[in-house]
């Protein structure tokens, strides 16, 4: 049984990391590295050059502040989450010499309580620095990518999954210079670290003696990391003061995860370990967006995203020992995020901020999975900046975060040797309607030298 559970383990630990180290549009996006560019859901992204975040927002932006800054934060995420109508069934086939010799079918039983992503602080913190009126570099170090859903132990779904935790952690160093009061360019690289954890109850059908078989559950569990490196690019144009356009280019990442998993069942006598490889490619994305000053106190941005998730075609694992364990279609598409926001200055140390987003799924209703049960989602954001004193200025933002109602219908099937010539076939399904929404709320503070 130690090749056949590499197997099955490998293809879940790939499909894991594969939705939730990418999850850059649709799916668990981490879009937190401002609570400034919240409170107007970051629609200037690209183009509005308020603090130091802006080094990771457009590190051309980084010319265009007049002294250098510090700036550190995060936003604390509440997502909750409703299953309804949730259906799961195991359907299992003992094989002996190429005939079957027993079987059986049965429904799952368990529950469905969703709220299965608990609360997580995303934190961030960036500095920038003008060494003169065209040049200037900064640091930033933030989470781009992340996700975590934690199922209860006795989860319908948790043969498709009932664990799953991956996070992406980067540090940018960022140069830009500024040609003259038009234009500006920067650059930064990425270095970035990936750590993932899933696990899953996987079904096996045994002979139970009389022509029949009973159903046995194996829990599997596997981690990995890795690290890579990646590019960030971005060019500011200002036509007219009160006019600025932004747009930058993030790179793709390539990342070769690699880890440890464990199947354990002590009713049939499973107990293996071993190690395995997956190819990873993060897909590049591109965001323009525009800010106009509309008159002394009024501000307005509007902002686009498009991520090249057509990159995402399939999931490959290669064993250790047995070469390509899993191949599943996944056949992702490209997809675009839109916001648009504003900021009204209402006494010189209180700016208000409020914004709207709408974010669309790459995902398709064929290859949803209960690891990432997403669909199109629309963002509200609020938010305010107060500066005291001209070196210091905190920022607040909450945004609540709603998802059109989606369906997972998923099916898995896991074939698997129990002795030489004797074979296991179950096929596991599961479905449900799901309907997320999360709460945002994050506090920052800019410091100025």
């Known amino acids: 049984?130690?090749?056949?559970?590499?197997?099955?383990?490998?293809?879940?630990?790939?499909?894991?990391?594969?939705?939730a180290s990418q999850a850059h549009a649709?799916?668990?996006?981490?879009?937190?590295?401002?609570?400034?560019?919240?409170?107007?859901?970051?629609?200037?992204?690209?183009?509005?050059?308020?603090d130091a975040t802006i080094v990771y927002g457009n590190p051309a932006g980084m010319s265009f502040l007049d002294r250098a800054q510090i700036t550190a934060g995060g936003t604390y995420l509440n997502?909750?989450?409703?299953?309804?109508?949730?259906?799961?069934?195991?359907?299992?086939?003992?094989?002996?010499?190429?005939?079957?010799?027993?079987g059986t079918s049965a429904s799952v039983t368990?529950?469905?309580?969703?709220?299965?992503?608990?609360?997580?602080?995303?934190?961030?913190?960036?500095?920038?620095?003008?060494?003169?009126?065209?040049?200037?570099?900064?640091?930033?170090?933030?989470?781009?990518?992340?996700?975590?859903?934690?199922?209860?132990?006795?989860?319908?779904?948790?043969?498709?999954?009932n664990y799953t935790e991956v996070t992406v952690k980067s540090a940018q160093p960022t140069i830009s210079y500024r040609f003259n009061d038009q234009w500006s360019v920067g650059a930064g690289i990425t270095y970035n670290q990936v750590e993932g954890e899933l696990h899953r109850q996987v079904p096996v059908a045994i002979p139970d003696g009389v022509g029949g078989a009973n159903l046995v559950e194996v829990d599997s569990r596997v981690d990995g990391d890795d690290e890579a490196w990646g590019y960030n690019l971005g060019v500011i144009y200002q036509p007219v003061p009160e006019t600025t356009l932004g747009l930058t280019y993030r790179s793709k990442v390539d990342y070769t995860l690699t880890g440890d998993f464990k199947a354990v069942a002590p009713s049939i006598n499973v107990d293996v370990t071993d190690d395995a490889s997956l190819d990873l490619t993060s897909p590049e994305t591109v965001n323009f967006s525009l800010t106009q000053q509309m008159s002394e106190r009024l501000k307005l941005m509007f902002g686009a995203s498009w991520?090249?998730?057509?990159?995402?075609?399939?999931?490959?694992?290669?064993?250790?020992?047995?070469?390509v364990v899993t191949l599943e279609k996944q056949d992702y598409e490209n997809a675009w995020a839109f916001g648009t926001g504003g900021e009204y200055q209402l006494t010189p140390s209180l700016v208000l901020r409020a914004g709207v987003t709408l974010d669309f799924t790459p995902t398709n209703d064929e290859h949803?999975?209960?690891?990432?049960?997403?669909?199109?989602?629309?963002?509200?954001?609020?938010?305010?900046?107060?500066t005291p004193t001209d070196n210091l200025t905190l920022?607040?933002?909450?945004?609540?975060?709603?998802?059109?109602?989606?369906?997972?219908?998923?099916?898995?099937?896991?074939?698997?040797?129990?002795?030489?010539?004797?074979e296991s076939q179950v096929t596991s399904t599961y479905s449900a309607d799901y309907k997320n929404e999360a709460h945002g709320f994050g506090a920052q503070l800019t410091y100025r030298f």
């Open 1 to 19: 049984m130690y090749n056949n559970f590499k197997k099955l383990t490998l293809a879940a630990a790939v499909t894991t990391a594969a939705f």
């Open 26 to 50: 649709g799916g668990y996006q981490v879009n937190e590295q401002s609570v400034s560019g919240q409170g107007y859901g970051h629609a200037g992204r690209s183009s509005n050059v308020e």
């Open 79 to 102: 997502v909750n989450s409703d299953i309804d109508n949730a259906t799961s069934q195991q359907t299992g086939v003992v094989i002996a010499g190429g005939n079957p010799v027993g």
């Open 110 to 161: 368990g529950t469905n309580e969703g709220d299965m992503v608990p609360g997580t602080l995303v934190p961030f913190a960036f500095y920038a620095h003008p060494v003169n009126d065209k040049l200037a570099f900064g640091f930033g170090v933030y989470a781009p990518f992340g996700s975590k859903a934690d199922y209860e132990d006795g989860f319908m779904g948790r043969n498709q999954g």
């Open 307 to 323: 991520t090249r998730w057509s990159r995402f075609e399939q999931i490959r694992v290669d064993g250790r020992e047995r070469g």
């Open 368 to 386: 949803r999975s209960v690891r990432i049960p997403s669909d199109d989602r629309r963002v509200f954001s609020v938010g305010a900046g107060w």
């Open 395 to 422: 920022d607040f933002a909450y945004s609540y975060l709603t998802e059109r109602s989606t369906q997972v219908n998923q099916s898995k099937q896991d074939n698997r040797e129990l002795q030489p010539g004797v």
